[in-house]
T-cell receptor
Framework: DAKTTQPNSMESNEEEPVHLPCNHS???????IHWYRQLPSQGPEYVIH???SNVNNRMASLAIAEDRKSSTLILHRATLRDAAVYYC????????????????FGQGTILTVHP | DGGITQSPKYLFRKEGQNVTLSCEQN?????MYWYRQDPGQGLRLIYY???????QKGDIAEGYSVSREKKESFPLTVTSAQKNPTAFYLC???????????FGPGTRLTVL
């Protein structure tokens, strides 16, 4: 599986934008970039995903570099409820066998939001 | 409300006992998954099932067993052969293997 690299931790103030980076220099052409987040003592929650173009949804925006070797998850106005571990995951939906459907979680970025 | 339920939230067992963790979904999803999470770590895949009566081993299947007799249910048994069973166990489902996965609230298992 192609790997991702994220900072161990980041901090933000409430109401400010947050940019969470992810490097994936070995990404393949069929890898989608997925972001999940996990609040303390809860299961992960899907945030957003994309392939080549920037994506927006009600939770966040995903900015993908032109060469696809990096991406940035953008929370436009951080709230205290956004404090979580954010995981950047590459997922090849064309993979077969034991890779089919698998999400490979790294250690993610711990986001702390200050009031 | 549609979703995934896992029970119980906390579970304590004595060493050497088998224990079964429940996972139920009413999302009409074909695919279901079990992950394990250790403190400060990401999730690791134990087993997955793409359809009823079929399941496949994930990365860390040793010491675990599953069944998929019904579409909505995917119980996980942690056997006495699992050397370090204390962990946070998460169940997930998706429409197919290629779709977004939705996670349950998790079961925290402690083996004493």
């Amino acid at each position: 599986d192609a790997k991702t690299t994220q900072p161990n931790s980041m901090e933000s103030n409430e109401e400010e934008p947050v940019h969470l980076p992810c490097n994936h220099s070995t990404i393949s052409g069929t890898d989608y970039i997925h972001w999940y987040r996990q609040l303390p003592s809860q299961g992960p929650e899907y945030v957003i995903h994309g392939l080549t173009s920037n994506v927006n949804n009600r939770m966040a925006s995903l900015a993908i570099a032109e060469d696809r070797k990096s991406s940035t998850l953008i929370l436009h106005r951080a709230t205290l409820r956004d404090a979580a571990v954010y995981y950047c995951i590459l997922r090849d939906v064309n993979a077969g066998g034991t890779s089919y459907g698998k999400l490979t979680f790294g250690q993610g970025t711990i986001l702390t939001v200050h009031p | 409300d549609g979703g995934i339920t896992q029970s119980p939230k906390y579970l304590f067992r004595k060493e050497g006992q088998n224990v079964t963790l429940s996972c139920e979904q009413n999302l009409n999803h074909d695919a279901m998954y079990w992950y394990r999470q250790d403190p400060g770590q990401g999730l690791r895949l134990i087993y997955y099932s793409q359809i009823v009566n079929d399941f496949q081993k994930g990365d860390i299947a040793e010491g675990y067993s599953v069944s998929r007799e019904k579409k909505e249910s995917f119980p996980l048994t942690v056997t006495s052969a699992q050397k370090n069973p204390t962990a946070f166990y998460l169940c997930a489902s998706s429409m197919t293997g290629a779709d977004t996965q939705y996670f349950g609230p998790g079961t925290r298992l402690t083996v004493l």
